[in-house]
């Protein structure tokens, strides 16, 4: 079976041999304060930091999800408010889950073909700016964060494009991803790069509330150690996949042709993506917008080709399949899903101009 689920999806089919090789070193028995374990730790940050161009002074840490994420940014690292930028569910989720702990929470809500307009920040009062760079329910992204000028604490949700695209973490001070996506690796773990500045936040506020609280959590790291017994399977994964994958920079390369490869293809096939305007466009989760009577016919056919269409989310369910633009999915997988589409756009005969 394929899938182009956007999370849980593929694993890179290494996973297999990377699961054995766990199992025989002895490490999923291993205490999580042993030296053995420390190691596993430090080595696996220092590949990320090196494989995914993280600037050096930033720390990284090893949480349990993106939504974990959300609760120790609004626990922690709020002040006197935060302000949630958004078009989709996701960012909508996150700003819901942050005002239940933060009672001065504000949202700018925006449309999916529109780009956000920054300024629009300049009176805000909020201490922390929370952004959803790559919207995964709508298949948006936010290609850039230099229009936003703050001094308050920028936060990025980049769960569906961290490890796909390359991102510069100078424009932001909390980025954070589960491994269930662009990582290509089971679910169960997420992570969070932080800048000095993020750190700064936290000494000043001084949360200590929480088994999550983020100093506790730094405190751990300092020692390559986790605040609970940790997911040691997950991080021994992480660790061989960031061996395995080359550079950022040309994972990105890769990742933004096969997107652009397959928006053209859409617009060959008469098939609409949801975003309308190009630039708004993510280049990890492709949204393809289908007459909601031709949804349910499509999945089926697809799924009799051994193919996993991944459902529309939220407010775009019943109206829009997505498709995973993840590196841990090989092009000849594309190969088919084109071929799938193009016979049976050929059978639907109302559309023109597929020879490709
Ligand atoms: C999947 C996703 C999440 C939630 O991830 P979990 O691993 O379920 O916590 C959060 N934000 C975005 C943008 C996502 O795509």
Known sequence: MITFYPGPS?????VEGYLNDAFRSGILSANHRSPQAMTLVEKTIDL???KLRIPPQYS??????ATEAWEIVGQSLV???SVHIYNGAFGQKWAEYTQKLVPSTSRFKFGIDEAFDFEQLSDSEADVVCITQNETSNGTQIKTLSQLKTDALVVVDVTSSLGGIHLDFTEGDVWFASVQKCLGLPAGMGLMICSPKALERAKQLNDQRFYNSFLFIHENFQKFQTHYTPNVLGIYLLCRVMEQVPDIQSIDQKIKTRARDFYEFLEKCNLKPLVQNQTQRSDTVIAVKIP???LGNLKQKANSQGITLGNGYGFW??????????????????DELKDFLVNLYQDYSDFQNLQD
Not at 60 to 65: D, H, T
Not at 323 to 333: G, K, L, M, S
């Open 292 to 294: 909601e009577e031709q």
């Open 48 to 50: 990320l930091k090196e």
């Open 79 to 81: 002040g006197k408010g």
């Open 10 to 14: 593929k694993v890179y089919s290494s």
């Open 317 to 334: 369910k019943n109206n829009t399949f997505r498709i995973a633009n993840f590196p841990a999915i090989d092009d000849w997988e594309f």
């Open 60 to 65: 990284v840490y090893f949480v349990s999800s």
